[in-house]
């Protein structure tokens, strides 16, 4: 994360949400809150435990975004979109990953967006700015502040799906395919941050508070956007945490993470989320 804020926050329990084969336009007791908004999304109100703060919701192959009132709805759906995008990358109204999707939904996965500095951490889940999130960037060539609904929705897809569906080779933990390959990205194994890093590391994330784990979904984040071409644009902007912006750069350069991110096993996306999910 480039506010160098911690990027992670454990799934708070909630009661297993439904898992559908196509994506939900679901209603809650309160009923749809603005129907019609969006082709394949609707927001409903709720009141679901561990998020009676925020008032509605979205959801996306039974994973849920939450909103605080202040957050435009055109950022709710817009991370909708992306969140659909990830799972369903090829956009035929069906996740990719059968088995990435329901653990998802298994570990009650969600994201929650919060408009104003005091809403930020106060919900045990994921979090995400609705002032961070800029979906105009994916349409003006990529210039201007990056859109982090990129990362956060990412985040929880691969903490909360990936890490625990794959845990021999994607899980955060210590001596997986994943973790082996940013020990190499970072020039060694570190539980704490190293001052300096080793010159020939390419992986230099610095933040104090982000532990070994949190290092490693930082990882994962940097190497599948950098190959998806998000990155492309913010070399001088990110080379303090990441140096291989580009496909070229990691398929050259981090061997190991590029063979990861390409094995058919896992379904990886192979295109970067624009927000114009199109089922």
């Known amino acids: 994360m480039l506010n160098h804020r911690s990027s992670r926050r454990q799934p708070i329990a909630l009661p297993l949400l439904t898992l559908f084969p196509l994506l939900s336009c679901e209603a809650s007791v309160e009923g749809p809150i603005n129907p ?60 990719d990953n059968a088995l990435l999707t329901s653990t998802l939904v298994s570990n009650n996965a969600a994201l929650y967006m919060w408009k104003n500095e005091s809403q930020q951490g106060s919900i045990h889940a994921q979090d995400l700015g609705a002032d961070e999130s800029v979906p105009a960037w994916h349409t003006n060539g990529k210039t201007g502040r990056f859109d982090a609904a990129l990362e956060e929705v990412w985040h929880v897809i691969t903490h909360s799906g990936f890490s625990t569906a794959y845990p021999n080779t994607l899980s955060e933990k210590s001596g997986t395919l994943l973790t082996n390959a940013m020990d190499i990205a970072r020039g060694g194994h570190f539980e ?71 094995d058919p096993t896992y379904v990886f996306p192979t295109v970067l989320p624009d927000g114009t999910y199109k089922r």
């Open 36 to 95: 019609g908004t969006d082709p394949n999304f609707t927001i409903v109100a709720h009141s679901d435990p561990g998020f009676t703060s925020t008032n509605r919701k979205v959801d996306v192959f039974g994973v849920p975004i939450y909103a605080y009132a202040e957050v435009e709805d055109e950022k709710l759906l817009h991370a909708a979109n992306i969140m659909a995008q990830y799972l369903d990358n090829n956009e035929d109204g069906v996740v």
């Open 192 to 262: 704490s941050i190293p001052n300096p890093y080793p010159t020939e590391a390419w992986y230099t994330y610095d933040d104090e508070t982000c532990d070994y784990g949190c290092m490693a979904a930082e990882y994962i984040y940097w190497a599948m956007t950098s190959v998806l071409g998000a990155q492309e644009t913010r070399a001088h902007e990110i080379q303090q945490e990441w140096k291989l912006n580009t496909e070229v750069k990691v398929r050259e350069t981090d061997k190991a993470i590029y063979a990861l991110l390409t």
